[in-house]
């Protein structure tokens, strides 16, 4: 099946600092989906983002299909940024599941 | 106003026992889900149903059943519990767009704890 894979697994940084978190995968892709899940363990949908660029604030992403990768970029890191970050993926048109990759745990150090 | 809600948000039992957890979405979505996010935080599908009939079931044990009254709710039953049954459980909904399915929406996860 897919392999979703993610980098890095863990990353600290300080309040203020901008990280780039990586998303993989090994096939082409209907769906791609940035998730957070913050210290509570609520998932809170960040960007639906198969293809192109997207901003929301201090986050943007970056999906380019053609070379199975997304990016995930946090700016100006606050320490309520901490928690894991899923990037999810549907493999094609009617599969009507996501495969998740393993998680990029963000700790802000204040 | 909750998008996607599950009840009960904590569930302790003992081995052995049934137990059901209840999701409900009011997004007017077709298709639901049920993942399952295990002690190492990896998150994998379990089931997923549109307008009320099965799409997926990941070779999960035949001791989980989900069960669709309507298009708006996804149950899940779970007989004879198992230590390794303790996870989160996460419902989530999506609707279907020209290019497949759209972005999916999570509930706030069960917490299942098997003694």
């Given amino acids: 099946g897919i392999q979703v894979e993610q980098s890095p697994p ?32 609520q998932l809170i949908n960040l960007f639906y983002i198969p293809s192109g660029t997207k901003q929301n604030g201090r986050l943007s992403a970056t999906t380019v299909a053609t070379e199975r990768y997304s990016l995930l970029y946090i700016s100006s890191s606050q320490t309520t940024d901490s928690g894991v970050y899923f990037c999810a993926v549907e493999l094609s048109q009617g599969a009507q599941k996501l495969v998740f990759g393993q998680g990029t745990r963000l700790t802000i150090n204040p | 106003d909750t998008a996607v809600s599950q009840t009960p948000k904590y569930l302790v039992t003992q081995m052995g026992n049934d137990k ?45 059943s989900p069960k669709s009254p309507d298009k708006a709710h996804l149950n899940l039953h779970i007989n004879s519990l198992e230590l390794g049954d303790s996870a989160v459980y996460f419902c989530a909904s999506s609707q279907e767009g020209a290019g497949g399915q759209e972005t999916q929406y999570f509930g706030p996860g069960t917490r299942l704890l098997v003694l």
């Fill in chain 2, 20 to 64: 059901s957890i209840k999701c409900e979405q009011n997004l007017g979505h077709d298709t639901m889900y049920w993942y399952k996010q295990d002690s190492k935080k990896f998150l994998k599908i379990m089931f997923s149903y549109n307008n009320k009939e099965l799409i997926i079931n990941e070779t999960v044990p035949n001791r989980f």
């Fill in chain 1, 10 to 41: 863990d990353l600290i940084l300080q309040e203020g600092a901008n990280s780039t978190l990586r998303c993989n995968f090994s096939d082409s892709v209907n769906n791609l989906q940035w998730f957070h899940q913050n210290p509570w363990g």
